[in-house]
């Protein structure tokens, strides 16, 4: 059955330090996978989504992740971790034929100190 | 603001009893999806639909029903409601139907008590 796993449910780091978020995924086929961010009381904002070709991909607000077929890992990274990063963080998968269903990992929880 | 606009932000309510859920996508969109987030299960997809037909079904409850209206506004029914119910439920919306270059859109959400 396809699933995603966050292994991370909370992760802290200092503010200009470099982030990174953990996703691995089963799922039989080539995925389709996706990064959303859930600031509090708020929805979710779409983060980056990964489809084909380059295994780097470039989102908003200065993110980015790696798709690692061989690790089935689809990890998330940041250079440098603003205090207004500080929010939950889902990586989900698509799946193929099932309309636009998405999985979701347990969300991953990003403190941020000063 | 993603454009997708949910009421109403809170609901709280007694077991047993059903409530309905709204949801307006932006405009243009086709598709209306339902997700359910709550703290055991985390955020689990329930349905979707697109132009008025159910797409794709999750764990959806059989207590649960849903409905996309030619407006294409759509409403979640939540009958028989037990203290489990209680969670967070999104709307989202999109222009297709797939995974595939199609972002969801998701609104604010409605928070559900039940007592």
């Known amino acids: 059955a396809q699933s995603v796993t966050q292994p991370d449910i909370h992760i802290t780091v200092s503010e200009g330090a470099s982030l990174e978020l953990r996703c691995n995924y089963s799922y039989g086929a080539t995925p389709y996978l996706f990064w959303y961010v859930q600031s509090p009381g708020q929805g979710l904002q779409l983060l980056l989504k990964y489809f084909s070709g380059d295994t780097l991909v470039q989102g908003i607000k200065g993110f980015e992740a790696e798709f690692k077929r061989s690790q089935s890992s689809f990890n998330l990274r940041k250079p440098s971790v603003h205090w207004s990063d500080a929010a939950e963080y889902f990586c989900a998968v698509g799946i193929y034929n099932q309309g636009g269903k998405l999985i979701f990992g347990q969300g991953t929880e990003l403190s941020v100190k000063p | 603001d993603s454009g997708v606009t949910q009421t109403p932000k809170h609901l709280i309510t007694a077991t047993g009893q059903r409530v309905t859920l709204r949801c307006s996508p932006r405009?243009?969109?086709?598709?209306v999806y339902w997700y359910q987030q709550s703290l055991d299960q985390g955020l689990q997809f329930l349905i979707q639909?697109?132009?008025?037909?159910?797409?794709a079904k999750g764990n959806i409850l059989e207590r649960f029903s849903a409905q996309q209206f030619p407006d294409l506004h759509s409403e979640l029914n939540l009958s028989s409601l037990e203290l489990g119910d209680s969670a967070l439920y999104f709307c989202?919306?999109?222009?297709?139907?797939?995974?595939?270059?199609?972002?969801?859109?998701f609104g604010p959400g409605t928070r559900l008590t039940v007592l």
């Open positions: 405009s243009g969109d086709l598709s």
């Open positions: 639909y697109y132009n008025g037909e159910e797409r």
């Open positions: 989202a919306s999109s222009v297709f139907q797939g995974v595939r270059n199609n972002e969801q859109f």
